[in-house]
């Protein structure tokens, strides 16, 4: 074990948020105030914008019933950004926050590009010979980390997909004739890992249920093959209920459908409109009526139709980023391992930053059916165990009632800067 740094820590949450990336910050909170060697437990604000412009929060000041609630309040409690450090002087002007405050311990909650920003920070710490340890904590919906067997957040959206997808066959089984065709689309950018999850929404005993077509960016989208599976489901059913990734290619690898707002800081190009493409083919083609919904952030927000497993390995991740921080680990980020057994367990280890950064992880070939529209054994196999249990959320006059920081703010000390 190395030798204990003593000094403050600093938390931050970055990129889209999720239903359980507040239990994370719960369990670095709790694991930090049992450690004498870290002083003060303070949170970035909006992530790296948030530090840049010095706006740090102290974590150890809130009531314990707001650490205990972020268990089950979804969104980034800390607030979130998605700003890119590009020049040298960002990067700078990062250290000079941290040793201002002596944080000698950062955690990053966040995805790819997020543990990307944390392992270079880290690598000009050590070249200016400050002592810093980092760890990343896991998070992303789209479950499309590198090296981890599954990200905290995804097992909730599945679980609340899948929701969805039951509720709306219901519906769409009363109001179809055999001519009624209704498509979900969902998140996930360059893996269809959210998408394929719908499958669990299917009864056991019933392979005719909902979802009847699953598209997957990892599949190319044919148009005339869509037209065929659609026809041939509804020969066997009152409806078609089609499950669609927002990131759907075609053969060439371009995107079925663009935003017209471009690309973001990261130059990751905007999507959506998948889900409206698939209807104007559907009633261009076939004589049937067609509806599309896009269940935008609604699915990364549901805390109300969360994963009690999900919950608890986010919570268990930030406990062990403090914990491996302590014991001198740094340019690592916390993983999720299943044991080995019939029986799903999950353990925790770490892998290099430098493993993890911007990279995709996509669904393996041999879990996706040949047919290239439903999952197989294997894909539920994997994924069944993280949909289960429901998180206990307090309701308040009929609606779910979520706790809200106190947030008191650190003194500034250095000159102010602007960054946008």
Aim: hydrophobic residues 40%.
């Amino acid at each position: 074990m190395s030798e204990e740094l003593e000094g403050n820590c600093l938390v931050a949450q970055s990129g889209g948020p999720t239903a359980v990336i507040n239990a994370s910050v719960a369990g670095v909170v709790a694991e930090a105030l049992n450690n004498p060697c870290i002083e003060e437990v303070y949170g970035g604000m909006n992530g790296v914008l948030g530090i840049l412009n010095e706006e740090i929060i102290d974590l150890a000041e809130e009531s314990q019933q707001n650490v205990r609630g972020l268990r089950y309040t979804p969104a980034s409690a800390l607030g979130t950004c998605r700003f890119k450090l590009k020049r040298d002087q960002e990067y700078e002007r990062i250290i000079e926050v941290f040793e201002a405050h002596n944080i000698r311990y950062f955690f990053y909650c966040g995805g790819n590009d997020s543990q990307d920003t944390a392992d270079k920070i880290s690598k000009l710490a050590q070249s200016k010979g400050y002592d810093l340890r980092v760890i990343g904590v896991p998070k992303t919906i789209d479950n499309d980390l590198v090296t981890t067997d599954h990200s905290p957040g995804y097992g909730s959206v599945v679980k609340y997909i899948c929701s969805v997808v039951r509720e709306s066959a219901m519906d769409h089984e009363a109001m179809g004739q055999h001519d009624l065709v209704s498509i979900i689309e969902v998140m996930g950018r360059n893996a269809g890992w959210i998408a394929a999850g719908s499958t669990l929404a299917k009864a056991k005993d019933n392979a005719n249920d909902a979802p009847h077509l699953i598209l997957l960016p990892e599949v190319p989208f044919s148009k005339d093959k869509f037209i065929e599976d659609v026809q041939a489901v509804l020969k066997k059913n009152k409806y078609c209920l089609v499950v669609v990734g927002e990131g759907l290619i075609d053969k060439d690898g371009n995107y079925i459908a663009n935003s017209a707002s471009g690309q973001d800081s990261f130059g990751h190009q905007q999507l959506g409109g998948v889900g409206d493409f698939l209807a104007s083919v559907v009633e261009q083609n076939l004589a049937v009526k067609a509806r599309s919904s896009k269940l935008g952030i609604g699915q990364r927000a549901a805390a109300h139709c969360s994963s009690q497993t999900d919950n608890d390995e986010a919570f268990l991740a930030g406990k062990a980023a403090v914990k491996a921080a302590v014991a001198g680990e740094t340019d690592k980020m916390v993983i999720l391992v299943r044991a080995e057994g019939e029986n799903y367990q999950c353990e925790t280890s770490l892998a290099p930053l430098s493993e993890i950064a911007n990279g995709v992880k996509e669904i393996p070939e041999d879990w996706i059916s040949e047919d290239g529209i439903s999952m197989n054994a294997k894909f539920i196999k994997y994924c069944q165990p993280l949909i289960q249990g429901e998180v206990e959320v307090p309701f308040e006059n009929g609606v779910p009632s979520y706790v809200r920081l106190s947030k008191r703010r650190i003194r500034k000390v250095l000159d102010p800067h602007e960054f946008e």
